[in-house]
């Protein structure tokens, strides 16, 4: 197998916030879409009171968003290539303002569980496309894209369970209006400010996504993002179970604490630890540390305060993980970027929808210790597999990546990528 080496954008000095006006269009509605992340943490102790559900019951709130969305993840690439990357990101909109409307409505925890999965599929249209059209057509280059994009999901984070703790404090209800409502003005917005995007030369197929796995650098930082959000996820979705907080407010208040940190580290503490470190050095030290972060909750479960410092403090590792392994997959993956998000997308949030489920029947079968060991012990088996492509990691550090030699399938992909982008880019 020979090797070949190809050049990626170089960093620029241009500032990642100094974009179009159709980028931002774009990023407000990231931000709006990534608060439905962590929009019902502060209502799930009052959903398992007032609507009698277990907590495993109550955690497949987002088994059925996350493992749709990853799912969707597949087909997203097949759809914008038919429609065009405004009318895919448009018809997510429309099915998020839907179903989290719908979800709000219910009387049953099994009604929410079905209109998250409705809502997941929305937000995979979304989320895929978003990625692709902020990398094609924000100033900066593909790490200032990458860094804006990160910067919405913090954001969102942050604001999301900020804004369901309040309006959860009147109504369980309030929470799903409120993004349904949000999303309506995020639409809107889109479709005011995003100019008409061309559909793509090529139509992307189907099996595409799944069809990139056979490259092993996507397939291997694929499994790592699998492995790291289980971590993630089992914190995010049972933690509060933990904090013994009953108000809603003060449940916001810890995770706004939380995404303020996850933000910050994906904006500013990723970028400076990346260049000090590089990618993969500093990915095993966040993994590690992060690790010990799970396992000191997996210890003391029944200590509110670690509890909650813990959770806080993890907002740094996920912030780091989150911007650094998505520009990872990114850089290395020798297939286009679309192609590779969604692949991405879809093997990490398999990970993510899966974990907060079996936290809540490892909790009712063990104890609450069990989940967060386990937790800790998937981050750290997500640094290993890393360390298997850590010279294509280093590589791309240096401005190439390494990577086996492309099929002429490959190139032409390759060539139609670039070319897309331009398109897109001179919209603006």
Known sequence: ???????????????????????????????????GIGLVDPILSSLRTQ????????????????????????????????????????????????FAALAGSSDSINGIVGFRAGWGLGNALFIATSLAVIVGSAAGGFTGAIILYETALGVGIALGPLLGGELGSISWRGPFYGVSALMAIALIATVVLLPATPKPQRKESITEPIKALRHRSLATTSVVGLLYNWGFFTLLGYSPFLMGISSPQKLGLVFCAWGVLVAAFAVWGAPWLKARFGTARTLYGNFVLMAIDLAAIGVWPDRPTVVIVAVIVAGAFI?????????????????????????????????????????????????????????????????????????????????????????????????????TAAVIGNED
């Open 319 to 419: 912030g780091v993980n989150n911007t650094l392994v998505t520009t990872a997959v990114m850089s290395i993956a020798p297939v286009e970027r679309p192609v590779a998000a969604a692949t991405y997308g879809f093997v990490r949030f398999i990970g993510g929808g899966l974990a907060p489920f079996v936290a809540g029947k490892l909790v009712e079968h063990y104890s609450a210790h069990v989940p967060f060991l386990l937790g800790a012990g998937t981050v750290v088996l997500a640094a290993l597999v890393l360390s298997t492509v850590h010279r294509a990691l280093a590589a791309a550090d240096r401005g190439e990546v390494h990577q086996p030699e492309l099929t002429k399938v490959d190139e032409l992909e390759r060539v139609d990528e670039l070319r």
């Open 51 to 98: 609507l009698h559900a277990s907590p495993s019951d109550v955690e497949l709130l987002f088994t059925s968003y996350l493992v749709v969305t990853a799912v969707a993840m597949l087909v997203t690439g097949w759809v914008s290539s038919r429609l065009g990357a405004k009318r895919t990101l448009i018809a997510g909109l429309v099915l998020i303002v839907i």
């Open 1 to 35: 197998m020979t090797s070949r080496s190809e050049t990626v954008d170089a960093p620029e000095r241009v500032s990642p916030f100094r974009q179009p006006k159709a980028v931002w269009a774009v990023a407000f509605a990231c931000v709006i879409s990534f608060m």
